[in-house]
């Protein structure tokens, strides 16, 4: 399972990375980043779901590669 976030959507709402701080952060304008260092993303992740559940214009989705 891979993530990925449409930038060009994201409105820097932030949810993302309040809700899963190890794989998201802000750029300094607010948009949304994946963090080089994350872990990797899987089924088993608590909380990566959730985060792409609470972005609220949809700019998080899961992909299956
Ligand atoms: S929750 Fe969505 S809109 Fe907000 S920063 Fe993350 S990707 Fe952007």
Do not use: K, W, Y
């Not at 976030?5 to 994201?10: A, D, N, P, Y």
């Amino acid at each position: 399972m891979g993530i990925r976030v449409f930038r060009e959507r994201c409105v820097g709402a932030g949810m993302c990375a309040l809700t899963a701080p190890d794989v998201f952060t802000q750029d300094d304008d607010g948009f949304s980043e994946l963090l080089p260092d994350r872990p990797a993303v899987t089924e088993n992740h608590p909380l990566v779901r959730e985060a792409a559940r609470a972005c609220p214009v949809g700019a998080v989705a899961l992909t299956d590669d």
